[in-house]
């Protein structure tokens, strides 16, 4: 029975592993639902990206406040996972603070892992105020009702948690270790949670003892659980943040994509040589149809753009449309490319492959008013700390209900037939377009 | 004032067996809206004034297709592409600048996939240039001091990262150059964008060119300058509404400069 906390903690850990394997797979299955895109290019580029944005946080410092608490706990996040590394050696070896042998070097890695740990909780707090009593406006959208909402609450819960925890466990054994308890080798700095001390210090050896181990293992058990919720939450953008900034549009903002498809058919209209009865050569098949009306039309990337965003809202927040009371919020086409994915991954399990449910994203999720009321203004896009195109999804859309459905706003189709006859968008005639000279 | 404009067109140039070192697009708005006809009349003088030998289109000007792509008819987008590039590049022309930042943009960034490879220029980036190689010479003169905001086109700011080159010009004038609250790469839009300028808005609680500009009020200005002439529509618009068009003029950084030079 000696090895029981070992056996025990290579089943949770499996676990916890192996579930968050699973879904993690769904994801990456569901992301190639969609249309395959290249991005092979520009590799360079695309890693200095990374560096830059996701791991340098460039563009969330764009808002001071929230930027520096959010880099408080990404830092945290990152650095205090140093430990949960000796954490699982321990665990599977039934050793203590395997790493402890480190010296001086392990003494001060534990002081900056309790520094920052005091850090994150206290911008963990201010995230709760800014949510809960100071109810910033992009908080609290129409989208954000419900589970976005508790979602949030419940990853900031999470974080308070582990940390507390975290301390916790290391008060008690920083009491053991001066009480010469055996197991528990002298060793780190806790340069906060010491203050902790006086509040335990008539306890029993046995009492700390128990204290201490039931702290470890829901330190390391909460962290895997928060680990497995990610797949349920809006935090996946913790793991996607990287390869979604690394596949981020890299042209201008202002270039969209030219269709292919349509190139090719555009140039056989133009050509007066071109035979309106050829056969079509190989591998030049017309799409199935232009633009998107679900999400197996958007492409790979979209998908993970879907995935990776956390509703923080500073897209929505600099919408030109939503500041104005528009339906439009680019946060929630986001979102509802989420939900629809989610739903048609559903579907997928369920049949084994996708039976039709008489549901798309265009009007079953995102309504046509919405679609018509963007700009193309690329505020969101600016905004985004992940490099997420919002727009690029907006404009697919519009190009589904102008090529495939002919259902552009009337005035719209008024301005279109202008530019066709008359090579402007309004009714005015092409041989007076140099009237102002003389004027 | 009154001095005729020299604006030659494409089809004269070639009759003469001479090609121009810039084509000036002027762009539907350019060519047919009368508040954004003076904006080209004014960038014409400034041209004339620089000695730049230039032409225009004229009549085989046609929409760059930027409404109707941003609408999302990308059929009628590559039409209209196509066949200017194929009138672009019958007159053998290299470089392009368009007092309007859509056709700028479209140019620009849109154009080269469909095979129509162009230096493209905002006039805002061309004047910059006249100046630095001192081809045109600009002083403070009558807007020396005043007190000016500059609004930022989205597409030449957010989507050419251009947020320089008007205000650049604007310090040329020895302006007093005042930011709104949200400007450059968080500057908001006039509300035109993405085919907005044709239809009626979505419904809403506020017109976006209000919003805009009421922030433009709130510097106090005596001017809001801007570099495209459906932004200028738009600010225009919101003035009128706002009842200040008697304090407050909309201006383009073109005319600003050829008022400045009493052109």
């Not at chain 1, 390391?220 to 919720?229: E, H, K, M, P, T």
Request: one cysteine or more; a neutral charge; charged letters at 25%.
């Amino acid at each position: 029975m000696q090895y029981l906390p070992n056996i025990i903690f290579l089943i949770v850990l499996v676990l916890g592993i192996g579930y968050f394997t699973r879904n993690i797979r769904k994801i990456i299955r569901n992301i190639r639902l969609g249309q395959k895109v290249d991005a092979s290019d520009n590799k360079k580029e695309r890693w200095k990206n990374v560096f830059r944005i996701a791991l340098g946080q460039s563009k969330m410092t764009v808002r001071p406040i929230s930027g520096l608490m959010h880099i408080i706990v990404y830092l945290g996040f990152v650095i205090i996972n140093i430990e949960v590394l000796e954490i699982m050696i321990d665990g599977l070896l039934g050793t203590h603070r395997i790493f402890s042998f480190f010296g001086v070097a392990y003494d001060y890695l534990i002081a900056s892992f309790e520094m920052l740990a005091i850090l994150v909780l206290v911008a963990v707090i201010v995230f709760w105020l800014r949510r809960n009593v100071q109810r910033l406006k992009r908080f609290f959208n129409p989208e954000m009702k419900g589970w976005p909402r508790n979602d949030a609450n419940i990853i900031l819960y999470f974080e308070v948690a582990i940390m507390t925890l975290f301390l916790t466990m290391n008060a008690f054994d920083l009491q053991l270790q001066t009480l010469g308890t055996e197991h528990y080798v002298s060793a780190g700095l806790f340069p906060v949670s010491r203050y902790l001390l006086p509040l335990i210090d008539n306890y029993s050896e046995a009492t700390l003892i128990i204290i201490e181990r039931t702290a470890w293992w829901m330190h390391i058990i909460g962290i895997l659980i928060f680990l497995n919720y990610l797949y349920f939450s809006k935090h996946l953008h913790i793991l996607l943040a990287f390869p979604n900034v690394y596949y981020g549009k890299l042209t201008p903002n202002g270039k969209f994509k030219n269709l292919e498809a349509v190139t090719r058919e555009v140039k056989l209209m133009m050509d007066p040589t071109a035979d309106p009865y050829a056969a079509p050569t190989e591998g030049m098949e017309t799409p199935a149809k232009f633009g998107a009306s679900d999400v197996m039309d958007l492409t790979t990337i979209q998908l993970l753009n879907a995935y990776t965003c956390t509703e923080c809202g500073r897209c929505t927040n600099e919408c030109p449309a939503n500041q104005t009371g528009k339906k439009l919020s680019p946060r929630k086409i986001m979102m509802d490319t989420r939900d629809r994915l989610e739903e048609v991954a559903a579907n997928i399990d369920k049949n084994g492959t996708f039976e039709p449910d008489g549901k798309q994203l265009l009007d079953d999720y995102i309504t046509r008013e919405e679609l018509w009321a963007c700009t193309t203004c690329n505020a969101c896009v600016e905004a985004c700390p992940v490099s997420i195109d919002p727009l690029a999804i907006i404009m697919e859309m519009r190009q589904y209900l102008v090529m495939e459905q002919s259902a552009a706003p009337t005035e719209l189709n008024v301005t279109m037939t202008n530019i066709e006859n008359n090579a402007a968008p309004w009714p005015f005639n092409q041989m007076d377009r140099a009237n102002w000279i003389n004027e | 004032m009154s001095e005729k404009i020299k604006v030659p067109t494409m089809a004269e140039y070639l009759a003469q067996g001479k090609t121009p070192e810039v084509l000036f697009w002027v762009g539907c708005a350019g060519s047919f809206d009368d508040r954004a006809k003076k904006i080209s009349k004014a960038f014409a003088k400034l041209l004339n004034k620089a000695g730049i030998d230039f032409a225009v289109l004229g009549t085989e000007e046609s929409c760059t297709g930027d409404p109707a792509k941003r609408a999302g008819n990308e059929f009628l987008f590559q039409m209209q592409a196509m066949a200017n590039i194929q009138v672009l590049d019958g007159y053998a022309i290299k470089k392009i600048v368009t007092t309007c930042p859509h056709c700028f943009n479209t140019f620009k960034n849109e154009y080269p996939e469909l095979g129509g490879n162009y230096e493209v220029m905002h006039h805002t980036q061309f004047l910059r240039a006249l100046i630095n190689e001192g081809r045109l010479k600009v002083e403070g003169g009558k807007y020396k001091g005043k007190r000016i905001t500059f609004h930022d086109p989205c597409y030449l700011g957010r989507a050419n990262n251009e947020y320089e080159a008007p205000r650049e010009l604007l310090q040329k004038l020895e302006v007093e150059l005042i930011e709104m609250k949200r400007s450059k790469s968080r500057g908001l839009c006039c509300g035109a964008g993405g085919a907005q300028m044709f239809k009626e808005p979505e419904k809403g609680t506020k017109e976006i060119n209000i919003e805009r500009t009421e922030e433009a009020i709130e510097t106090n200005p005596e001017i809001i300058a801007t570099g495209c002439p459906f932004c200028n529509t738009m600010m225009t618009d919101g003035i009128k509404a706002k009842e200040k068009e008697d304090s407050i003029a909309v201006m383009d950084i073109t005319e600003l400069i050829a008022n400045a030079a009493d052109l």
